[in-house]
């Protein structure tokens, strides 16, 4: 797995990407997932018509805040996802959990503890196999 990105921010009151990015941000991350690999114009197509130097702006930031890489082919810079949707959805879970848990302890256990009620049987299944991975690691007391 490639290094971790930073979580600089996690909203509540949003919901999917737009938790960890703006608007535009997570527009653009959802192309460049989908796409692998685009220039600046290959993002504005897929996006329908926005403002160019706008876009220039937020995915250079991107660029900053670690999550796109560029690098330039001609005239022009052709940008690429740093990890993977998944990579990074698995990064930010762990990250965000890992800050609950530092930062409240078993308050964090319980109320995910009572989250799981609404699980499927195989999400629980692979919370069953986690708790199962920590406890060989020594993570976990019986």
Not at 24 to 31: D, F, G, Q
Not at 37 to 61: F, H, K, S, W
Not at 114 to 138: H, W, Y
Request: net charge neutral; with cysteine.
């Amino acid at each position: 797995m490639t290094k971790p990105i930073p979580v600089q921010a996690f909203r509540l009151d949003q919901s999917g990407l737009m938790r960890l990015f703006g608007e535009l941000e997570a527009r653009i991350m959802s192309v460049m997932w989908n796409l692998h690999e685009a220039t600046i114009q290959d993002v504005c197509d897929r996006l329908g018509d926005p403002n160019y130097l706008t876009v220039t702006t937020v995915m250079n930031r991107l660029v900053f805040k670690k999550v796109l890489s560029r690098h330039r082919e001609g005239k022009v810079y052709v940008y690429t996802p740093v990890q993977t949707r998944d990579q990074f959805l698995e990064s930010v879970s762990q990250q965000v959990m890992q800050s609950l848990l530092k930062d409240f302890g078993s308050v964090a256990v319980t109320q995910f503890a009572e989250a799981v009620d609404g699980l499927s049987e195989n999400e629980l299944a692979a919370l069953e196999q986690a708790i199962a991975r920590a406890r060989q690691k020594g993570g976990a007391t019986t």
